[in-house]
């Protein structure tokens, strides 16, 4: 049985910088695409940052607009686990947010899709205020 697991939540100010984790058991994606996702009150869920695998050891990764420069997706293949680093947070970061993993070999654009992922981790919240 697949599981995902985040960790890393939390409150933190403006400006701030958090890491979230996601621990994955039960098979490994490292040749699947891997991405984080934040959901808010009332609105559909968001890809902030996604990953594929493109061959040998490299990943094509894609931020959203939104936190580009200040996002950065990591991961550990030996270890299983997809990572969130968050710099620079802004009142507007705040969210659940969730790691997701695809069955599927996904091309550029399906990647930002919510539907394409089949693998959801239970969500961590991050707040971001003074």
């Known amino acids: 049985q697949v599981q995902l697991v985040e960790s890393g939540g939390g409150l933190v100010q403006p400006g701030g910088s958090l890491s979230l984790s996601c621990a994955v058991t039960g098979r490994s994606f490292s040749n699947y695409p891997m991405a984080w996702f934040r959901q808010v009150p009332g609105k559909e869920r968001e890809c902030v940052v996604t990953?594929?695998?493109?061959?040998?050891?490299?990943?094509?990764?894609l931020s959203a607009n939104s936190v580009k420069g200040r996002f950065t997706i990591s991961r550990d293949s030996a270890k299983n686990t997809v990572s969130l680093q968050m710099n620079n947070l802004r009142p507007e970061d705040t969210a659940v947010y969730y790691c997701?993993?695809?069955?599927?070999?996904?091309?550029?654009?399906?990647?930002?899709?919510?539907?394409?992922?089949?693998?959801w981790g239970q969500g961590t919240q991050v707040t971001v205020s003074s």
């Open positions: 990953s594929r695998w493109i061959g040998g050891s490299a990943y094509q990764k």
């Open positions: 997701a993993a695809s069955d599927l070999r996904l091309t550029t654009g399906a990647m930002w899709n919510a539907a394409n992922y089949e693998h």
